[in-house]
């Protein structure tokens, strides 16, 4: 089982920008998705849990989704601010399984 | 408020042996898994594995087999991830992380940087 997301995406400030993550197999919507920052020289810390989800203390600006009809799941993050470039990572887990994590993508804010 | 504090840095030749901690405070720490993600330069986040402190249930990544050794101590509310031969390719930002459920983080300790050369 795999997830995969895209290497990068860039958008400027104040806009929207959405992730992907999408499952190799199975149904998504089975499995909590969690979404992670990383920012550069930074610990992760968690943005979005259980699929959508916000830990106190992330700003309504980020939320998720997952969309069974593709099999994946969605980070989105409005009103884009220069602090939020970073890597994002998706992860899910199946009972059972080791825990997986998506590749990462890099959020550029320009 | 909870809080994840591990080791400092280290730097080893290959071949020697390592522990680094991860002390977890703010919460109920036997009850609460504590996962331990790789990331090596410029790469992504990678599962090791997953203790359980209150009866050190651990679980691996096929990943890593027999590289590495997870453990736990309630008594101090630690957390550990051991070596027993460095190799160079394990030189890599470890973290440490809260898993209420086992299934998800919700937070993470500052990092162990990992470095191994001869």
């Known amino acids: 089982f795999m997830l995969t997301q895209p290497h990068s995406v860039s958008e400027s400030p104040g806009k929207t920008v959405t992730i992907s993550c999408t499952g190799s197999s199975g149904n998504m919507a089975n499995n909590y998705v969690q979404w992670y920052q990383v920012r550069p020289g930074s610990a992760p810390t968690t943005v979005i849990y259980e699929d959508n989800q916000r830990p106190s203390g992330v700003p309504d600006r980020f939320s998720g989704s997952v969309d069974s009809s593709s099999n994946s799941a969605s980070l989105t993050i409005s009103g884009l601010k220069t602090e939020d470039e970073a890597e994002y990572y998706c992860q899910s887990y199946r009972s059972g399984n080791p825990w997986v994590f998506g590749g990462g993508t890099k959020l550029t804010v320009l | 408020e909870v809080q994840l504090v591990q080791s400092g840095p280290e730097v080893r030749q290959p071949g020697e042996s390592l522990k680094i901690s991860c002390q977890g405070s703010?919460?109920?720490?036997?009850?609460?898994?504590i996962v331990w993600v790789r990331q090596m330069p410029g790469k992504g986040l990678e599962w090791i594995g997953i203790?359980?402190?209150?009866?050190?249930?651990?679980r691996y990544s096929p990943s890593f087999p027999g590289q590495v050794t997870i453990s736990a101590d309630k008594s101090i509310n630690t957390a550990y991830l051991q070596w027993s031969s460095l190799e160079a390719s394990d030189t890599a930002m470890y973290y440490c992380?809260?898993?209420?459920?086992?299934?998800?983080?919700?937070?993470w300790g500052q990092g162990t940087l990992v470095t191994v050369s001869s």
């Open positions: 203790i359980f402190p209150g009866d050190s249930d651990t």
């Open positions: 703010g919460y109920s720490f036997s009850t609460n898994w």
């Open positions: 992380a809260r898993s209420p459920f086992g299934s998800t983080a919700d937070y």
